[in-house]
């Protein structure tokens, strides 16, 4: 299952064909999901409209949000 989770496969379905509820696959796996955090930081980057670097269009390196 961890297999599936790496490979990119929404939570929902593993637990769905493993017989669990997400709560409980993320539960028991969430500590074998490996290298994912830098692509959901660029996917919510991508929603919110930040650069790469975490700041919003247009703030200079001495403004805070």
Do not use: F, W
Not at 47 to 61: I, N, P, R, S, V
């Amino acid at each position: 299952m961890s297999l599936a989770l790496n490979a990119g496969v929404p939570a929902t379905e593993v637990a769905r064909r493993a017989g669990h509820s997400a709560v409980v696959l993320l539960k028991i796996y969430a500590h074998c999901i490996d290298g994912q955090a830098d692509i959901a930081n660029k996917r919510i980057g991508d929603a919110l409209g930040t650069d790469d670097d975490g700041k919003g269009e247009g703030q200079d390196d001495d403004q805070q949000a």
